[in-house]
């Protein structure tokens, strides 16, 4: 058991999860999308959201600034938070365009939201659970996205709401975080998706 909790903070890190989205966009959505449109797509994604950020660490971690990739301490935090500000910015702007996906678009809008409301908790030396956020943003968005498209997606929901759970599980039996910082980073997940979906449902 204790192996299983610890694989859900990998399984399931908040890194994946733009990418995650953008692939359950795709699989869900009944709108034509061409096949090389859609692998450059998610193929920029994952190079801003996965790889860069990856670079990114082992590049402030040998600097000094970061001991780990856990991020202890809501000091660590300020300055990768600062960065994926700046790249979710680089991919509403330069990837996706509210016209032509509103869902995706809105979907980053959502997320950007969702880190700077992290950041500022950092500057508050709050210690919000990253995982927490990563998973129930993603959660909301499945749920919205079969109301938008009318499609039957219980198992994928059900899928979700268990990984809301195994996330939340492993964050409180690694002691990473507390209940409060988890259910703060629940809500700052799933309160900008809820927002956004104005614009797109």
Known sequence: MDRFLRLGAYVL???????????????????????????SKLFAVAIITLFVPIIVFFLLRNLGIINSMHLKTAKERKIPLMIQCILLLVIIKL?????????????????????????????????????????AGITTFVFLMS?????????????????????????????????????IGLFIGLIPQLIMVNFWL
Do not use: C
């Open 147 to 183: 109301i938008h498209f009318k499609v039957n997606v219980l198992p994928w929901i059900s899928a979700f709401f268990f990984f809301n759970g195994w996330v939340a599980s492993s964050r409180l039996h690694t002691t990473s975080h507390n209940y409060a910082e988890l259910i």
């Open 95 to 135: 990837v996706f365009d509210a016209y032509d996906s509103p869902e995706l678009y809105y979907f980053f809008v959502g997320i950007l939201f969702s880190t700077i409301s992290a950041l500022v908790m950092v500057m508050l030396k709050v210690k919000v659970s990253l995982h927490q956020i990563g998973i």
């Open 13 to 39: 890190h908040p890194l994946w999860m733009p990418t995650l989205g953008t692939i359950l966009y795709f699989v869900f959505t009944p709108r034509y999308v061409d096949l090389d449109l859609m692998r």
